[in-house]
C-alpha cells in the first residue's frame, strides 16, 4: 500500500471523456490498494476564457477579483470528477483550497502556499476516501480566495503530497516523461527513467515545458518524489500493484539515482535576445546601475557575461533578455545611459540558449570541453557562455538551434541506437 | 440615503457588455449617495451548462458535488462585476456564500437559508464599498457549498437585504414591472405601481413568472419591499434621487397601498390535467389514501374540489395535476384502487387555470360572481372552481384561455383605456 497524490492538468480534464478516464486512473490505483489523493487543474482552454473576461473588464482588476472569477474552473473540475468516481462506486468528494484548508501568503495572482491542514485529508486516507482537491489556488490571510499563478496545480499537487506524507506524487501529464532533450528536435531522444531534483530544475527553468519551476523546488525541498508520467495511456493496460514500474519519469534525490550519467539532457530556449553595453565604467556598482533599473522595468534579465577589463578601466557587459522585453530593455538602458556610463549599446533578438545538463559533470572533468569542440566542429559560433556546477549554457545564434541540440545530443551519448 | 439590496439575474449579466451595463445601474445608486449591495445570477446559459455536465458525469450525482459544481458561475460573474465597478471608481467587493456566511441547512440542491451575518456587509456599507454577492448559495453546517435550488438568487437577495435591513430590495429582470395580466395575451395589460406580498404571492405561483415564490414569501415575513423592475432601461435616464418613483412595480405590506384595487390581476397557469374520481365511499381517511400515495410519488396536486354527497355514502372527487404527470397519477391511483374504493377514474388532460387576484375582495361582494357570469356570457364552461379569501380559481377548457383572461381583466376594469 502507498499512498499516492495524482496530478491531472487541464487537457486531461478537458471534456467529460476525459474525466472519465481520468477516473478510471484513480480507480487503478484505488483497486491496488493503494491511498489517493486527486488535484485537478480547469478544463484546458477555460483558465484562459476566464482570464479574458476579467481583462475585457478592466485591464487594470483587483488581483483579489481575478482569483474570485479564475479559481472556479477547477472548482467545476473538482466536482465533476468526484461524481464520475462516485459513478464508478469509488467513494470520493471535492475539497476547495478554502475547505482544507490551503493557507497562501496575500499574493493574489501569484501566492505561495504558507501551509497546509493535511489532517482532514489523511482522516480521509483511513477511511478510503478520494479527496478530489480543485488545484492552482487556496486561501489568503484575508479569507479570500488566491491562485498560484499559471500552471500552480503542479504546485498544489506536491504541497499537498508534502503535507501529507505521500509516497508520491504523480504529475500526469499530456506527455509520458521527461526526455534527454525535445523528441521533435530529435528523434533519438530517450525518456529518463529517473532524473534529479537539479537536474530537473535546470531542464525545466530552460524550456523543457513538462513542469512548472516551483513544483519541483518543492519537491526538492519537502522531498516529495515527483513521477511524470501520461494521462493519454490506457487506465486499464497499467499494472499499479506494488513494486510494478509503470512508463513514466522519477523525479527524485540524486542518491535513489544508482547509475547516474555524466549529463542526462540537452535543454534550449528560444526567443532569447543578447544585449551587450560596450566600454562599461568598471567600478563598484556599475551591476547595479545596470541591472537595477531593468528589474524595476519587471524585465527578466537570464545569462550574465562580464569580462574583466584588460587596464581595470573599462568592461564589456553581455546580457540576454526575453525576445519581447527587448524594445523596452533598451528603453530603459538609453535611459540610465548617465548613470551607468557606456559607450555603445548593441542588440541581437535571434538568439537561441542551448543547454548541458547533468548532476555527474560535477565530478567529470572535460565536459565543457567537449560541448565546445562538438559546436566548434559544425561551425556554430558561440556568443557566451555561463556555467553552474550542474549545467553549461552556451548561446548561439537562432538558426543553428536544431543543429546544436541533436550535436551536443549525440556527443554525450545520449541518443537510442 | 436609502440602504438598497440590487439583484441582476443570468440575462442582466449574459455577457461583458450587459456586466457593464449592470455596473452603471449601481453606480447610478451609489452616486445618488445610497449604500449598495448586490446579489448576481450566473450568465445566462451557464448554470444549465453545469447542471448537464453533472448529469453527464452520472444521472444518480451526490447534490453536494453538485452544488461544488453549479454555484462557479455566480462566483465568476461576481467577481467579474466587482472588476467592472472598481474600473468605473466604484469601491466593490465580491463575496461568496461562504465568506459572508449564508449559513445554509444541509439540504444540498435545495437548501434553506437559516441565518446571515449582516454585520460584515454593514461595515462596508459604513466605508461606501458595494458589496457584489453571489447569489443561489450558501454554506451548508458541513462547510460545504449549499445552492438554493433554480431561481434561488432572488432569494439570496430578500434574505441580505433582510438581513441588513435594507430599505428595499430591487429585483432587475428582463421585465419592466408586474402586470395587471400577461401581455402577450392583453394587450391592454397595465404595469402596477403596487402588489401586496399576498397578492404577488398568488400571481407568482399561477403562472406570472417574474419572481421566485419563496423570495416572495421570504419578503413577506420579514417585511422587505421589493421593487421589480427591467434591467433594459438605459441606467442613465434614471432618476434615483430620493423620493423619486423610477418605473417598476412594488411588492410591499398591503397597508402601503392607500388606494386598493377590488381586483388586482388574472394570473392563467395552464398544462393543467384534470382527474375525477367518480362515486368514492365518503368516508373519514379517504382524501388520505387518494393523496398520500400521489405525494409519496411527488407529485404535485393543485386545486381539489370535493362536493357534499347527495345520500352522505358516495362522493365525487375532482382535482388536477401537471400534463406531465397525468400518465404517472393516474397509474398511482389505479394501484391504489382497493385502499380508494372509487368507480370510474376519468382524466382529461387540456385544461387551464384561470385565477382572479385581489385583497380587496375580501370587502367587496360579488367579486366570484362577477366571474362566473363574464364566463358564461362568452360560452366558456366552468369544469372546477376553488377560492380562497384573496383569489378565484377557475378551471376551464385549454382552447379558451386567452379568450377568458381578456374577458375577466375588461369586466374588472384592469384594462388601460
Redesign the interface.
Known amino acids: 500500500m502507498a499512498r499516492i497524490v495524482m496530478k491531472f492538468g487541464g487537457t486531461s480534464v478537458a471534456d467529460?471523456d476525459r474525466?472519465?478516464n481520468v477516473a478510471k486512473h484513480v480507480k487503478r490505483e484505488i483497486d491496488a490498494g493503494h491511498q489517493v489523493a486527486v488535484v485537478v487543474s480547469a478544463m484546458s482552454g477555460k483558465t484562459n476564457e476566464?482570464v479574458n473576461?476579467?481583462k475585457?473588464?478592466?485591464p487594470?482588476?483587483?488581483a483579489?477579483?481575478?482569483?474570485?472569477?479564475v479559481?472556479?474552473?477547477e472548482?467545476?473540475t473538482?466536482?465533476?470528477l468526484?461524481?464520475?468516481l462516485?459513478?464508478m462506486g469509488v467513494d470520493a468528494?471535492?475539497w476547495?483550497g478554502?475547505?482544507i484548508p490551503i493557507e497562501t501568503d496575500n499574493a493574489h495572482g501569484a501566492a505561495r502556499i504558507k501551509s497546509i491542514n493535511g489532517a482532514a485529508l489523511v482522516e480521509r486516507f483511513e477511511i478510503g476516501q478520494v479527496a478530489v482537491i480543485a488545484g492552482f489556488q487556496g486561501i489568503g490571510p484575508d479569507?479570500?480566495?488566491a491562485t498560484l499563478g499559471r500552471g500552480g496545480s503542479d504546485t498544489s499537487a506536491v504541497a499537498i503530497a508534502a503535507s501529507v506524507g505521500a509516497d508520491r506524487c504523480d504529475i500526469y501529464t499530456d506527455v509520458d516523461g521527461v526526455y534527454t532533450t525535445d523528441p521533435r528536435i530529435e528523434p533519438k531522444a530517450q525518456r529518463l527513467a529517473k532524473i534529479s531534483f537539479e537536474e530537473m530544475l535546470e531542464m525545466a527553468s530552460l524550456g523543457a515545458k513538462v513542469l512548472q519551476v516551483r513544483s519541483v523546488e518543492m519537491g526538492m525541498v519537502h522531498g516529495v518524489r515527483m513521477f511524470v508520467r501520461s494521462s493519454f495511456t490506457d487506465p486499464d493496460a497499467i499494472d499499479s500493484s506494488e513494486g510494478a514500474v509503470p512508463e513514466g519519469t522519477l523525479i527524485c534525490n540524486e542518491d535513489e539515482i544508482v547509475e547516474q550519467q555524466v549529463v542526462t539532457g540537452i535543454a534550449y530556449a528560444k526567443d532569447e535576445a543578447q544585449i551587450s553595453l560596450r566600454r562599461v565604467s568598471d567600478k563598484p556598482g556599475v551591476s547595479a546601475a545596470i541591472f537595477g533599473p531593468l528589474s524595476d522595468a519587471n524585465i527578466n534579465v537570464d545569462m550574465i557575461v562580464q569580462n574583466v577589463s584588460e587596464d581595470g578601466s573599462k568592461t564589456d557587459m553581455t546580457f540576454t533578455v526575453p525576445n519581447t522585453d527587448l524594445d523596452r530593455a533598451t528603453e530603459v538602458l538609453e535611459k540610465s545611459l548617465d548613470s551607468i556610463g557606456y559607450e555603445i549599446l548593441q542588440s541581437d533578438p535571434g538568439m537561441v540558449k542551448v543547454s548541458v545538463i547533468g548532476i555527474g559533470m560535477r565530478s567529470h572533468a572535460g565536459v565543457a570541453a567537449t560541448a565546445f569542440k562538438c559546436l566548434a566542429d559544425k561551425g556554430i559560433n558561440i556568443r557566451a557562455i555561463t556555467t553552474s556546477e550542474i549545467k553549461i549554457s552556451i548561446l548561439i545564434d537562432e538558426e543553428y538551434a536544431e543543429l546544436a541540440v541533436r550535436s551536443l545530443h549525440a556527443v554525450y551519448g545520449l541518443g537510442a541506437d
Request: no cysteine; proline share 0%.
Open positions: 467529460l474525466i472519465r476566464l473576461w476579467t475585457e473588464a478592466s487594470m482588476h483587483d483579489r477579483e481575478y482569483d474570485a472569477v479559481a472556479s474552473g472548482q467545476v473538482s466536482g465533476l468526484a461524481i464520475t462516485q459513478s468528494r471535492s476547495q478554502w475547505q479569507n479570500r480566495i
